[in-house]
């Protein structure tokens, strides 16, 4: 069963452009929302992050709207640029507060943002 | 210096063998993980482990163990490697996240392991 649903699966955005990529939750015990970049050859490294006690949070060109009655997030990329092609993670976790949190996943979305 | 370090980057080996990665973190973090991100670039969670816990999700087999010398390492060691552990597997290590979301994960640069 998977709990953390990512869509698209690609995206080819033009310079200039803006691109949303979308993620949906199940388990409303989730509290910690956060989005993850990935270069080919390379780990994945945090982006931004979201707590569900803010809809909007934005850092850079790059925006985090939560809707929690929806129990969706996504991620807006401003101005997208042929530096931001990459494939974008969401994932979710609960906080135990004992400080070991397990990170769950959407299947990614590959950007390609194109001269 | 690199955050969180693994070692090999590259491992090619025969079906049956046993294997181990390395992962150190020098950033003082609490809890370390291992993640497997299949060739759909799935990021599946296979352990974490801090002082006091480890964690295994139940769909590991158990073929696979994590060794801690101390908190700064955590090591995967592979039994009886199979054709279907080929994949490439990502050691990441964190902080609590108290009330903040301005922490997560820090993320290896992964060791492609290529069973044959």
């Known amino acids: 069963q998977q709990q953390v649903k990512q869509s698209p699966q690609s995206l080819i955005v033009q310079k200039g452009g803006i691109s949303i990529i979308n993620c949906a939750y199940e388990n409303t015990a989730f509290d910690y929302f956060p989005w993850y970049q990935q270069f080919p050859g390379k780990g994945p490294a945090l982006l931004i992050a979201i707590r569900p006690d803010v809809s909007e949070k934005k850092e850079g060109r790059f925006t985090i709207s939560f809707n929690k009655s929806a129990k969706q997030f996504s991620l807006h990329i401003m101005d997208s640029q042929p530096g931001d092609s990459a494939t974008y993670f969401c994932?979710?976790?609960?906080?135990?507060?004992?400080?070991?949190?397990?990170?769950?996943f959407g299947k990614g979305t590959k950007l390609s943002v194109i001269p | 210096d690199t955050a969180v370090s693994q070692t090999p980057k590259y491992l090619v080996t025969q079906m049956g063998n046993d294997k181990s990665i390395k992962c150190e973190q020098n950033l003082g973090h609490d809890t370390m993980y291992w993640y497997k991100q299949d060739s759909k670039k799935f990021l599946k969670i296979m352990f974490s482990?801090?002082?006091?816990?480890?964690?295994i999700n139940e769909t590991v087999p158990n073929r696979f163990s994590p060794k801690s010398p101390d908190k700064a390492h955590l090591n995967l060691h592979i039994n009886s490697l199979e054709l279907g552990d080929s994949a490439v597997y990502f050691c990441a290590s964190s902080h609590p996240l108290g009330r903040s979301s301005n922490y997560g994960y820090t993320f290896g640069s992964g060791t492609r392991l290529t069973v044959v």
């Open positions: 994932a979710a976790s609960t906080d135990d507060g004992a400080g070991s949190y397990q990170l769950t």
């Open positions: 482990y801090n002082n006091k816990e480890l964690i």
